[in-house]
């Protein structure tokens, strides 16, 4: 996923002094129970609401944007949790793009029981970061039960009806990335043959190694192809192999998201 530059994110947190607004301000968060899926899986949701002109971010935030950190150890009868992301938003300031979430977001969770018989006790410590003109460290814990007779939810519902379409939903007929060494990574230029939304496109690419920094991806239109083209930089500076199968590019637009995995050679 796109990594912050860890300078970026110290001045962005010590840009708030210390008699600025405090979380309980800007922040509020509760868990949603949700229902019992076919397949024996939870669903339930993290509704994050944000003070107005407040935001938090996506899990690939953008060049000085703060992924949320997720624990989930704590909780009891759970194999694993899947975050399903709404389409986030687009932020721009000082010529730099973020990509969040504004107001109120519900992020959906499916939840895999260890024994799908049993109740899920469900407890999360959430790190985060919210944002206005100055950026706070945000930290909540939460928890709530999950029982195996649970009930549809309208605003877990609505947020999994909000998510990106597929490549083959948006109707992607041709990809093909090149990669090249330059002297602190690689450098990916992705082209996509993909409908034209009529709207300015953001692309976010991630990869499977949350340590790997990912810049912000310029992005043009060339005939009825999308080019888009980022570089990565892993810790030790240098050019490294990278597993194209793992990469994944998020295209945003008029409110509207694709979701294409993989990253094949052309």
């Known amino acids: 996923m796109i990594q912050t530059r860890p300078l970026a994110v110290l001045l962005a947190l010590a840009a708030a002094p210390a008699h600025a607004t405090t979380q309980d301000d800007v922040l509020f968060a509760s868990l949603l129970s949700g229902w019992t899926t076919d397949g024996g ?136 990335c090149t990669v090249e060494p330059i002297a602190d990574g690689l450098r990916l230029t992705a082209r996509m043959r993909l409908r034209d939304p009529g709207a300015e496109e953001v692309v976010a690419f991630e990869t499977a190694d949350p340590a790997v920094w990912v810049a912000q991806a310029v992005t043009a239109r060339e005939g009825g192809e999308l080019v888009t083209m980022t570089e990565l930089v892993a810790p030790d500076g240098a050019p490294f192999a990278l597993d194209r199968s793992s990469v994944t590019l ?15 050679a052309p």
């Open 41 to 176: 899986n939870r669903m339930a949701g993290l509704d994050l609401t944000l003070a107005p002109g407040w935001k938090t971010y996506w899990r690939s935030p953008g060049d000085v944007g703060i992924p949320p950190v997720f624990n989930w150890s704590m909780s009891e009868n759970v194999k694993s949790v899947r975050i399903h992301w709404p389409v986030p938003s687009v932020f721009e300031a000082s010529g730099m793009l973020t990509i969040g979430y504004h107001d109120r977001v519900v992020l959906p969770l499916e939840v895999t029981p260890v024994d799908p018989s049993k109740p899920v006790s469900l407890k999360v410590a959430v790190d985060l970061g919210v944002c206005d003109e100055i950026c706070l460290p945000a930290h909540v814990k939460l928890s709530t039960e999950l029982a195996v007779d649970g009930a549809p939810e309208k605003h877990i519902k609505a947020a999994l009806a909000n998510r990106a379409a597929s490549a083959d939903e948006a109707g992607l007929s041709g990809l093909g």
């Open 250 to 264: 998020t295209i945003l637009a008029a409110g509207k998201a694709v979701e294409v995995r993989g990253c094949p």
